[in-house]
């Protein structure tokens, strides 16, 4: 019943997370108060890429990685990989143009893999145990904090320049999520799956 329940956890965050949504999106309009404006952000934005980590999380057949380590990938992955990739992209695009939007593909997909390669490394030189789906629940986890992070700098963005207008806020926070575990989350996890199987040696 346990593994059942870790099976289908998924669902109950994606049913709990759209009906906090829906009550702070429902509150919002009621209300006219823009203090609500960031919890939908914040909710839109990290709904789907949650709900597809937890997903990630049960199919390894039990919660192998510890909820801090996860934390610790989706924060610090997010933080640094926009940061990292923002800062690069730009240099990019300032110095060659709009031509090199491949460059601009590799900076992301190579940004968002500094968290997880760091402790990779750590969990080698600490002899820790590491498995290739351990790499790939902590690549989605990182993949998720840049996703969603990511998300809620369109989703502020379309906010301005609609001039107030939640209807696309919300239409970017949809299109978002429903793109973000095919992008993001699921080309992070596998990379890192990949880099664990390669350069892990398997537990003993």
Known sequence: MGDRSRRWA?????????????AVLRTLVRTQNPNFVPALILLGATLAPLTFLTFAQARTGRWQVPASVLVTSAFFGGVIGTV?????????????????????????????????????????????????????????????GFAALETMGYAFTALL????????????????????????TAWTGLTAGALWALLASPSS
């Open 10 to 22: 998924w669902v109950g965050v994606l049913v709990i997370g759209l009906i906090l949504y829906l």
């Open 84 to 144: 990292v990739a923002g800062t690069l992209e730009y240099d990019t695009l300032r110095g060659l143009g709009a031509l090199p939007m491949l460059f601009v593909a590799l900076i992301e997909e190579s940004a968002k893999l500094i968290v997880p390669v760091v402790l990779l490394f750590t969990a080698l030189a600490q002899h820790r145990r590491r498995l290739p789906s351990d790499g790939l629940v902590i690549g989605v986890a990182a993949g998720m």
């Open 161 to 184: 320049s609609s001039q107030g207008n939640i209807g696309a806020v919300e239409q970017t926070l949809f299109i978002r999520g429903l793109t973000a575990p095919a992008g993001h």
